[in-house]
């Protein structure tokens, strides 16, 4: 196989429509929120997200433990806070050789 030195072209960015597909998986992804909202694998023919969870998969959390710092080894949460992202858009997809990319924006 000889190797070429002409450059390679690339699909066109395109906006961004909530679906990423292949032969195993189809996720679906809210484009306002950013959240993903399905999973399903279609060789189980199962969609894997619990659509009751309180956060979905993916999602940032940033956490801080209280002044009660033994809470840890006490098995147990009494002081904390947890945030997650604010504002989450997509803003784009971008179609390369291998796979696709979301570009996200949020604020946290």
Request: aromatic share 12%.
């Amino acid at each position: 196989m000889a190797v070429q030195q002409e450059p390679r072209e690339f699909p066109q960015d395109k906006a961004f429509g909530g679906v990423l597909e292949n032969d195993f998986y189809r996720p679906t992804v809210n484009a306002e929120t950013g959240k993903i909202t399905g999973f399903y694998d279609k060789e189980w023919m199962r969609e894997l997200i619990d659509p009751k969870a309180i956060y979905s998969p993916g999602t940032f959390i940033y956490e801080r433990l209280g002044k009660n710092r033994g809470q840890l080894e006490q098995r147990k949460l009494d002081e904390f806070t947890r945030k997650t992202w604010q504002d989450l858009r997509v803003s784009d997809l971008r179609r390369g050789p291998v796979w696709e990319s979301i570009t996200a924006n949020c604020k946290l």
